[in-house]
Each structure stands twice: as structure tokens, then as C-alpha cells.
């Protein structure tokens, strides 16, 4: 079994589009590199007002991850929407995935009922899991278009 952790929380950096996307980057970059070593899948939706993660691993390591990442100063109220064991992985290839919310992607949103904000509050996990798997397709598919364009 995998334990698996949904949690939003409200952004608190400062910043224009550019300040935002650097920053989760920067997020994405760290969370790769920790969550590699302790055996964490998972995927972030990031716009200028929330974060919502998704975590898979260890229920133990995926407690001490959520705690950290709790603390972390960048964002305020976490809140843990569902904490569960699942059969499997949703997110297996990816130590941490990450879309920021664009217009590029919009139309993805828009499929899931998630018109003009987010309001995670009114969201259920499964709602944040199949837009995150997703959002995960059309960046593959995305990526996929560029390699065979070149």
C-alpha cells in the first residue's frame, strides 16, 4: 500500500508572473531532490494564490515530508484535504511534477469545473488528483509535440 496526502495552502510570496514562476521552480527543484531520497512521488498546482500537493510514498515519510513542508515559510494554512492508502501510485515517474496555473493550460482547469479562482476548500481530492493527472498528460503531451516538431 501507498499512503497518499492532499494538502492546499495559501501562497504568501510576493512577486509579478516572473517572481511566481521562479519560485516554483525553486520548489519543484528542492522537493525533486528530497522527495528522491526519501521515496516521495507526487505533483504541485501552484497559482498566485495557492498551492495544492499531492504526496505518495511511506506513510511515515510522507508524514515527515508533509510536516516540513508545512513549516516552510512561503506559504501560510496548510490544510490537509485527504490522507489515504491507495493501491498505487498515481504520480510514479515524477519526484515531484509541478504546473503553474496559465493561460496555456487553461482549458484543462476549465474540463474539471475550476472556472476563474481555485477554491480548494470546496474541491475534493479526487477533483485535485484527476487535475493533476491531467495537467501531468498535456505537459507529456506537450513535450512530445516539440521533440517531434524538431
Known amino acids: 500500500m501507498i499512503h497518499q496526502l492532499v494538502y492546499y495552502s495559501r501562497n504568501v510570496v510576493l512577486g509579478n508572473d516572473r517572481a511566481m514562476l521562479t519560485n516554483l521552480r525553486e520548489i519543484v527543484s528542492?522537493?525533486?531532490?528530497?522527495?528522491s531520497r526519501d521515496g516521495i512521488t507526487g505533483f504541485l498546482i501552484f497559482d498566485k494564490t495557492w498551492f495544492i500537493q499531492i504526496l505518495e510514498g511511506d506513510q511515515s515519510q510522507v508524514s515527515t515530508t508533509y510536516t516540513r513542508i508545512a513549516r516552510d515559510p512561503r506559504h501560510t494554512t496548510a490544510t490537509?484535504?485527504?490522507?489515504?492508502?491507495?493501491q498505487g501510485r498515481s504520480f510514479p515517474n515524477w519526484t515531484m511534477g509541478g504546473a503553474m496555473r496559465t493561460p496555456e493550460v487553461e482549458e484543462v482547469y476549465l474540463q474539471h469545473g475550476?472556472?476563474?479562482?481555485?477554491?480548494?476548500?470546496?474541491?475534493?481530492?479526487?477533483?485535485?488528483?484527476?487535475?493533476?493527472l491531467d495537467l501531468q498528460a498535456f505537459d507529456a503531451a506537450k513535450?512530445?509535440?516539440q521533440r517531434l516538431a524538431s
Open 30 to 35: 528542492a522537493s525533486q531532490r528530497n522527495n
Open 80 to 86: 490537509i484535504m485527504d490522507a489515504r492508502n491507495v
Open 114 to 132: 475550476i472556472g476563474s479562482a481555485i477554491e480548494p476548500a470546496r474541491l475534493k481530492s479526487a477533483q485535485i488528483i484527476n487535475l493533476a
Open 143 to 145: 513535450r512530445q509535440a
